[in-house]
T-cell receptor, first 115, second 114 residues
Framework: AQSVAQPEDQVNVAEGNPLTVKCTYS??????LFWYVQYPNRGLQFLLK??????LVKGSYGFEAEFNKSQTSFHLKKPSALVSDSALYFC?????????????FGTGTKLQVIP | GAGVSQSPSNKVTEKGKDVELRCDPI?????LYWYRQRLGQGLEFLIY????????KSGLPSDRFSAERTGESVSTLTIQRTQQEDSAVYLC????????????FGPGTRLLVL
């Protein structure tokens, strides 16, 4: 069964410092990987996705993520955190096989950027 | 363009009553998902629609929960005989490329069962 692990419930980082939100996955085949962000009292917003090709994916708001097949990881990163980045971040995985494949979301990591 | 919309935004009901939640996906999106998010929790998958059919209903927690979709557009999630544990935010998402594609989420319906 496929799964996603976000090992940190909360990450605290000072404004201006680099941030990393961790995600590891397990899937039978090759993965599609996604990051979404949820601001308070809002739905989820898409940040970026890995389909194939370049392992470094760049997304919205200066975020990027690196696909590492050997470590089955897809960590979200940003070089310089903003207070406005404080939100709940979800990683998601889907098997790349054709037809219907379930998308599995992680449990979320709360990012707190401290001024 | 217009995103995914959900109504009502908030619903307070009494235990035992039925509720109906509505989702309007982005026009042309054939895939539609319902999720439940309890306070402080992650996303709990409920059901997936491709067009008007639901090939994956595996997340519906009990037979009190049902969903339908008409005209490859609007979807309704119905909860019968609501219980307090049904209190949560119910999120809808739609996708252009079926389950391969990026999901676009609505703002959610916050349900409180008293």
């Amino acid at each position: 069964a496929q799964s996603v692990a976000q090992p940190e419930d909360q990450v605290n980082v000072a404004e201006g410092n680099p941030l990393t939100v961790k995600c590891t996955y397990s899937v039978s085949g090759n993965p599609y990987l996604f990051w979404y962000v949820q601001y308070p009292n809002r739905g989820l917003q898409f940040l970026l996705k890995y389909i194939t090709g370049d392992n470094l994916v760049k997304g919205s708001y200066g975020f990027e993520a690196e696909f590492n097949k050997s470590q089955t990881s897809f960590h979200l990163k940003k070089p310089s955190a903003l207070v406005s980045d404080s939100a709940l971040y979800f990683c998601a995985v889907r098997d790349r096989r054709g037809g219907y494949q379930k998308v599995t979301f992680g449990t979320g990591t709360k990012l707190q950027v401290i001024p | 363009g217009a995103g995914v919309s959900q109504s009502p935004s908030n619903k307070v009901t009494e235990k035992g009553k039925d509720v109906e939640l509505r989702c309007d996906p982005i026009s042309g999106h054939t895939a539609l998902y319902w999720y439940r998010q309890r306070l402080g929790q992650g996303l709990e998958f409920l059901i997936y629609f491709q067009g008007n059919s639901a090939p994956d209903k595996s997340g519906l927690p009990s037979d009190r929960f049902s969903a339908e979709r008409t005209g490859e557009s609007v979807s309704t999630l119905t909860i019968q005989r609501t219980q307090q544990e049904d209190s949560a935010v119910y999120l809808c998402a739609s996708s252009l490329e079926g389950s391969r594609g990026t999901q676009y989420f609505g703002p959610g319906t916050r349900l409180l069962v008293l």
